[in-house]
């Protein structure tokens, strides 16, 4: 038995290694058969045969490890529309016990580095539906032919992808760049198994698994599941249909969406970043437990969506808000033509609130949008309003306030209604009903509620009329208790009167009753609100309201009024008395009303048959105690502003404009502004007059007459320019002490030769005066000097000449006559014996440049008109000889 045991053991041992030296010899054999040209063309004939041609690779080889198999090396695949497949290796693994058949059989392909790049269909939108669909039917075609192929030739082939790329591309940009991609596709009997991860560029991580199968010119999915981030889809199932009624059809048992991470994503791209501009920060998760999609395919405005979910946690921070508007948690219905929000739980500030919200959509977008909430109105809320709406602090409602029952709807284009029930902490009830639609804004109703206090307002705004109505009365204790801050100044209002004016025809207005209350606030549609200290008016049934008694205040004046307001055929007839405490400022009135005039049309333009806006005319008499106009003032402020349909004038009856009476009219009209004031004076003190005027440093003594009228008509900043006038000044018996055109003269002719040390020192001793005359017109903004006449006691100067009234720029010869230097002058020129035969010497010297700083050169005799000195020997009554001094270091002279 021994000897039995030791050959079989050795047999055994022998046929091991017979069948071990067979295998090692058949192997490298093949390693070096494969490496054969003979070999080679033989496995590149099978792969043609099976692919159809579509593959290329450069070479072919065995491995033995882990498993048999051969391996393709740098293979190509040819895939139409200008599509690649690039693969590093492709091994082939046959299964085993087909190869003890005589057939081998593929049983599993691994994909090493495979790079893919897949350009979309261009120009979808270019094409015609039916066009799309035949081009994705010969894909779905395709791809159906192709895994039919593979299931006869390789059943139950699975396919492996290691460390992979896939580029979606379109019109040469990528979309999508899938890195590091691993995937395996199993080719079972009726689909395709497939299960890919890899890493999106900008989106992270994604993993997918689903099985498809194409038949029939459609395209299945069958329980898909993929995560991306933290955002899931679970269990995706449905199909796309190519044939004759394209269509798509999608059921998914359950969505997760994580904001942040989502928000975070597509804010990395440049297209979404202008849509993501207003949101700083989006975080929470909006789960969707049921989702259903089915429609045409090539129509997604008819698809029919069926969803449902909920919203937790979610947070929104816009710049819109400087805080995040929190929603805790809402339940969601959804289909395409309405979204239902329901059980909602949201927070703003310290305002939180509860309800249902309701949005109904149509192809243009939202079409309406319903709601029922109640909350809690905080003070930072509160805060927010007020900076936003700039309301003065002491008219900040006091929080919290409770709203109850707050119903919203909106229809596009067509209505937006509101109805809620308010409460004040420590105050008043509150009951709001507003509707606005294509035809009126109607305030239903708006009630105040206390225990001291019952009001009801109501309002209808249309396009023919406008009727209001207050009956009751509210305290000072109630509207303290309405606002955060209590005020001695907040008032009280009291009354039962209705008001209905006929946008028609507004003679047809009527008002009845009467209205009486102190300290209340109107808003205007400009800067300053109206602030009514007091206020009573009355109306007995008809087309006028009586103003018993107003006091007002407007910016910073306060105003008190008595009059009345009566409706006629084409507007309203204003018939006033004001008392203004403060001064007015006639530039801006002419700023005021130019501003209206200039302000540019609405986009939105009238119908043809709007209703044409009122007239506003009549007279307000008014009382100030002064008027203002740039640096002038007058004072007082009598006149009256009477208001026509096309300008507005102000007459001044009594007015005094450095101690000038300045009688005159300021006429603001639709173009321009039109002004003509006639000062007149007689026997005044100049002193006080010139300084104010000139507001120079100036001081000139004297009695003086002042007759002048000056007009002009131009846009407001060209109403110097286009001034017109005649002015006829004189002054007698005076004395010039700082006056700088006559300083500058003096200082001039103090350094000739001929004067030198002769003329008067006007800083010390003055320059005493018999008379002191100017005469002229006002052309175009210039004052054309005809005659200047300085008749002193000293010496006498005539001069001609202009001013820009404008620039105070300045152009005038003067002849300057120093008859009490004569002795002086006949002992320094003998030759000119002759002036002792009746004839006095004049000097001329010509003034330029600013008025109050002007530069004097003294003129050839040849430079000075006839016209001239003929007033000068009109002036002083004897003949005149012209000279011209001889003044040292002359040029340096000629500078100053």
Partial sequence: MKEKHKTLQLCTIWAVRIVLGLAVIIITTSFIYIKTDTAQNKIRTVVDETAHGYVEYERASLVILPRPGLVLHQVNIDVPQGNTVAIESARIHPKFFSLLTGKIKIARVKLGKPDIILNILPALDKKKPEEISLTAAEIINNISSFTDTMRRVTPGIILVSDKGRLILREDGRDIIDIKDLRGRLALAKNDVSLRIRGDVEKWGRLSLAGRFHARDNSLFVTGLSALFGHSSVSRLSGSLNFDETSHIEFTCEKTVFILDEIYEKLKSFEAMRELLS???????????????????????????????????????????????????????QATVKDIELSNVRASLFDTSFRGYINIERDGEGIKSLSSVTSGEVGRESLDW????????????????????????????????????????????????????????????????????????????????????????????????????????????????????????????????????????????????????????????????VDIKSGTLKWGENEIALKGNITALRDGFRLDLNLIIEDNINIGNIIEYISQQEDRPPDIKQPPEDSTKPPSIWGVMRIKAPSLTWGRYIATPGIGDVIIRRRSVRINIKDAFLCGVSIPGSVTVGRNDVRFEFKPNITGQELEQSINCFLKKDSRITGIFDLNMVIN??????????????????????????????????????????????????????????????????????????????????????????????????INMTVLVAPFKTVDFLVSRIPVVRYILGGTLISIP??????????????????????????????????????????IPNKTNQNRK
């Fill in 712 to 809: 002009s008509r131009a846009q407001a900043e060209e109403l110097v320019k286009s001034m017109q006038g005649r002015v006829n000044f004189s002054a007698k018996e005076g004395t010039i002490y700082r006056f700088p055109l006559i300083a500058k003269i003096f200082a001039v002719l103090n350094v000739t030769e001929l004067l030198r040390g002769q003329l008067p020192d006007m800083a010390t001793e003055g320059f005493n005066y018999n008379s002191f005359k100017v005469r002229g017109d006002i052309s175009d903004g210039i004052f054309v000097i005809e005659e200047a006449i300085l008749d002193g006691r000293t010496m006498q100067l005539v001069g001609r000449g202009n001013m820009n009234i404008d620039t105070n720029k």
């Fill in 845 to 886: 010297v010509k003034v330029t440049g600013d008025y109050s700083d002007p530069t004097i050169v003294v003129l050839s005799p040849t430079a000075v008109g006839e016209g001239l000195i003929e007033m000068m020997k009109r002036t002083l009554l004897l003949p005149v000889k012209i000279i011209e001094p001889v």
């Fill in 278 to 332: 207003a949101v700083d920060d989006l975080h929470g998760r909006v789960v969707f437990t049921h989702f259903n999609l089915f429609g045409p395919l090539l129509q997604p405005e008819k698809w029919n969506i069926e969803a449902q979910g909920r919203v937790e946690g979610v947070g929104i921070n816009t710049r819109m808000l400087p805080t995040p508007l929190r929603i805790s948690r809402a339940e969601i």
């Fill in 385 to 544: 309003f007020k900076g936003k709406l700039n309301i003065p602090p002491e008219e900040v409602i006091r929080a919290p306030v409770n709203m109850t029952d707050t119903k919203i709807n909106w229809e596009k284009g067509k209505k937006i209604s509101a109805v809620t029930s308010a409460q004040i902490r420590n105050g008043p009830e509150l009951f709001i009903d507003l509707h606005r639609d294509t035809r009126e804004l109607s305030l239903n109703q708006l009630l105040v509620k206390d225990a001291e206090s019952e009001a009801e307002v109501k309002l209808r705004y249309s396009k023919n009329d406008i009727a209001l109505s207050f009956k009751g009365n509210i305290t000072q204790n109630t509207l303290n208790s309405i606002f955060e801050k209590t005020s001695f100044r907040r008032g009280w209002v009291k009354g039962d009167m209705r008001v209905h004016v006929n946008l028609d025809q507004y003679g047809k207005t009527q008002a009845q009753g009467f209205f009486e209350g102190t300290n209340f606030l109107i808003p205007l549609p400009i800067k300053e609100s109206l602030i009514v200290h007091h206020a009573s008016l009355k109306a007995k049934n008809s087309n006028v």
